[in-house]
C-alpha cells in the first residue's frame, strides 16, 4: 500500500513490469506456489495445472493476435494441431529429440500462420474470422489425409522428453519443464507488446488508416501478428502432444479454437493477465463443476442423473454471467480491485 | 524550390469531381494555409499528399520526389505527418504510448530484441522517451501522460494527435481543422503551438482551418478551394480582398461585386 503515492524519477523505473514491492512479492509468490505445486495435490489434479500452464500459452498468444491486434481467429485449435503433429513427426519418424522438435513446432507453426493469415490484409471483423475458419477446416482436413506425415485417424504415439539419460516420464517432472516454458514466454509476450513491435499492433487495432499514416506498414505487421500467435500455438500444441503422449486429429477441432477464443474474451482481450486468468478459468471451471456434481450425487444419490445432465448447462450459463456482468474480462476486475485497495481507506 | 509541390492533381470519385487541376506550392519554412467553404476539396487534398487517395492526374512532389504511388507509410518516412479532422488516435492505448508510437520510425529492435527487452530494446525505448517528454512538456500535457486517450475531453486529444505528429519529427506537418470545435482559449493555446512549430522546431506547415480569423493571422501564404477548383492565393490580405473568394464565401450578389469592382 502506497500511503502517500509512488513516485518513480528515471525512465528506468518508470517501465518496469512489476513496479511496486507489493506486486513484487505477489509475483514471487504465485511462482513460489507453482513451483510447490506438484507436492501439494496430486493425479488428476496435478494434470488439471499441466493443462493450464499449456492453455496459458495459447491463450496469450491469441490474445497477441485477437486481443492486441483486433484479428479475430477461429483457427488457434488447428495451429495447436500443426505444433503437435510437427513435433509429433520430428521425434517420431525423423528420430530427433524434443528440444529440437518443439521450437521446430512453433517454427512450422508460424509459417503456416502467416500462409493463413494473408486474407487479413483484404478481410476484416467477422469476415476474416470466416476466413480463418477456413484454415481451421483446411488443417483438419490434412491432419486427417496426409497419412504419411500424420497417421492418419490413427495418430502417432510420441514420447515424454529426455534430456542426457534423465526422462521426463512423470506428469510432475514434465510439470516443471512446461512451467519454465511457460514462464519464458509469457514473459518475452509481456515484453513484446510494451515495446515498438507491441505498439504496432495495438495501433493497428485502434485505427488501422491511421497506423499506416504513422507510418506503420500494415502488410509486415498483421502477418507478423499471425506469426507470434502461431508460435505460440505451435509450442502448445507440442507441449500437448508430449504431455498426452499421443497425438490425433480430433484433439484440434473447432471446439478447441472456441474454447481459447472463449478464454481470452472472459479474460480480457488485449491483456496477457487476462489470457493468463481467462486460461485458469476456462480449465478449471469444469473441473470444480465436475467435482462439485460428485459430491452433490453422493449427497443425494437420486439427483445423480439431473446434476450430470445439469453440469454442462451451468458451464455455459457461468460463461454468459460473466460476459454480461464482465465485459471486460477478468483482467479488468483484478485493475478495479487493485486501484480501490491501492488507496484504502481514501479511494475516491 | 518549394518543399511540397502539388501539380495539377484531378481527383474524382465517380462522377463527382472533388479536386480539379488544383496545384499549390507550399514554401519551405512557411505557414501555409488552404481554406474553402466545406466539400471544396481541401481534406481531399490531404489524402492526395499521404497517398491515402491517389489522383487521377498531376502529382504530388516532395523534395522534389513524386509522393503519388508510393503506400502512406512510405510517405511518412520522407518527413511528412499529419492530423485528422476527426481525431484518429489509438484510444486504447495511453498518451504516452500514443506519442512513442510516432516515433516507430525511428525505432529499429524487432520482435526478437524486443522480446528479450533487456539491452538493446530497452535502451531504445528509454532514449525515444526523452524525445517524446520533450513533446509532452512543449504541449503541456504531462499529466494526462498516462491516461488512455478514449477517457480525455475533445480539446486534449486534438492537442495530443498533433503531439503524436510531431514524435515523427516531420518536416512537413499536415494539420487539417486543428481548431474544430474548440473554445476560444484553446484556440489561443494551438494557434501559439502552431507558431512555435513553425518558428522555433523550423516545421513548414501546411493547415485547412475554417477559422478565418486566426488563418489570416498566423499564416504566411494562403489557397482558397471551391468545388474542387483553386480560385485564389496570396497572402492573407490579398486573398481576405479578392472579389471571387468573397463570393465563395458570401454567395454571388450583383451590387455588391459591382461595388468591389468600383473600388
Known amino acids: ?348 | 524550390m518549394p518543399l511540397l509541390r502539388i501539380d495539377d492533381i484531378n481527383l474524382s470519385f465517380g462522377g463527382v469531381k472533388a479536386i480539379n487541376g488544383v496545384s499549390i506550392n507550399v514554401e519551405k519554412g512557411s505557414i501555409h494555409a488552404i481554406i474553402g467553404p466545406n466539400g471544396a476539396g481541401k481534406t481531399s487534398i490531404f489524402n492526395c499528399i499521404s497517398s491515402v487517395y491517389k489522383p487521377q492526374r498531376g502529382a504530388v512532389y516532395f523534395e522534389d520526389r513524386k509522393v503519388t504511388g508510393m503506400k502512406p507509410d512510405q510517405v511518412t518516412h520522407l518527413g511528412i505527418a499529419r492530423t485528422f479532422q476527426n481525431i484518429a488516435l489509438f484510444h486504447h492505448m495511453t498518451v504516452l504510448d500514443n506519442l512513442m508510437l510516432g516515433r516507430h520510425q525511428f525505432m529499429k529492435r524487432g520482435i526478437l530484441a524486443g522480446g528479450i527487452f533487456l539491452g538493446p530494446a530497452r535502451t531504445e525505448e528509454i532514449e525515444n522517451r526523452k524525445a517524446v517528454e520533450d513533446i509532452i512538456d512543449f504541449l503541456e500535457i504531462e499529466k494526462i501522460r498516462k491516461k488512455p486517450v478514449g477517457t480525455l475531453a475533445y480539446g486534449l486529444r486534438k492537442r495530443v494527435e498533433l503531439g503524436r505528429a510531431l514524435a515523427l519529427k516531420p518536416k512537413l506537418l499536415l494539420l487539417d481543422e486543428p481548431m474544430a470545435g474548440m473554445n476560444l482559449e484553446e484556440k489561443e493555446d494551438m494557434a501559439r503551438f502552431i507558431i512555435d512549430i513553425n518558428e522555433e522546431w523550423g516545421v513548414t506547415i501546411l493547415l485547412i482551418e475554417h477559422d478565418l480569423g486566426v488563418v489570416m493571422d498566423i499564416s504566411h501564404r494562403v489557397s482558397v478551394l471551391d468545388f474542387g477548383v483553386k480560385i485564389s492565393e496570396g497572402t492573407p490580405a490579398e486573398v481576405a480582398n479578392d472579389p471571387h473568394v468573397i463570393k465563395a464565401y458570401i454567395g454571388e450578389d450583383d451590387d455588391f461585386l459591382r461595388d468591389m469592382e468600383a473600388r
Not at chain 1, 511496486?20 to 510447490?36: E, K, N, Q, S, Y
Not at chain 1, 516420464?169 to 515498438?196: C, G, K, P, W
Open chain 1, 1 to 348: 500500500m502506497h500511503f502517500c503515492g509512488d513516485f518513480r524519477t528515471t525512465y528506468e523505473k518508470d517501465i518496469e513490469i512489476l513496479q511496486t514491492p507489493t506486486v513484487r512479492l505477489g509475483v514471487a509468490a504465485c511462482l513460489a506456489f507453482l513451483v510447490v505445486f506438484p507436492y501439494l495435490v496430486k493425479g488428476e489434479y496435478l494434470w488439471v495445472g499441466l493443462q493450464i500452464l499449456i492453455a496459458v500459452i495459447g491463450a496469450v498468444g491469441l490474445n497477441i493476435l485477437t486481443g492486441y491486434t483486433g484479428m479475430i481467429s477461429l483457427g488457434q485449435g488447428a495451429f495447436f494441431g500443426v505444433g503437435a503433429y510437427t513435433t509429433a513427426y520430428m521425434t517420431t519418424k525423423l528420430g530427433l529429440s524434443f528440444w529440437v522438435g518443439v521450437p521446430a513446432a512453433g517454427l512450422v507453426t508460424a509459417a503456416a500462420g502467416m500462409v493463413f493469415g494473408i486474407p487479413s490484409l483484404r478481410l476484416k471483423g467477422l469476415y476474416l474470422a470466416i476466413a480463418t475458419l477456413a484454415s481451421q477446416f483446411i488443417l483438419e482436413w490434412v491432419f486427417l489425409r496426409w497419412e504419411p506425415v500424420t497417421g492418419g485417424s490413427f495418430g502417432i504415439v510420441v514420447p515424454r522428453p529426455s534430456i542426457g539419460g534423465y526422462v521426463f516420464e512423470s506428469d510432475r517432472s514434465f510439470y516443471y519443464l512446461v512451467l519454465a516454458i511457460t514462464v519464458v514466454m509469457v514473459l518475452f509476450a509481456v515484453n513484446i507488446v510494451r515495446t515498438r513491435t507491441g505498439r504496432a499492433f495495438m495501433a493497428i487495432r485502434d485505427h488501422y488508416i491511421s497506423a499506416e499514416i504513422m507510418g506503420i506498414n500494415l502488410f509486415r505487421y498483421r502477418i507478423l501478428s499471425f506469426g507470434i500467435s502461431s508460435f505460440y500455438a505451435g509450442v502448445a500444441g507440442a507441449l500437448l502432444g508430449h504431455s498426452l503422449k499421443f497425438v490425433t486429429s480430433e484433439q484440434f477441432n473447432i471446439e478447441l479454437s472456441v474454447a481459447y477464443l472463449a478464454m481470452i474474451i472472459i479474460g480480457g482481450l488485449g491483456s496477457i493477465l487476462g489470457a493468463i486468468y481467462g486460461a485458469i478459468f476456462m480449465i478449471l471451471l469444469p473441473k470444480v463443476l465436475t467435482v462439485l456434481t460428485t459430491k452433490l450425487t453422493m449427497l443425494i444419490p437420486g439427483a445423480a442423473g439431473l446434476a450430470i445432465a445439469m453440469e454442462q448447462g451451468v458451464f455455459g450459463l457461468i460463461i454468459i454471467f460473466f460476459l454480461i456482468f464482465e465485459p471486460d474480462g477478468l483482467a479488468h476486475r483484478w485493475k478495479m480491485i487493485k486501484a480501490y485497495w491501492k488507496l484504502y481507506p481514501f479511494s475516491y
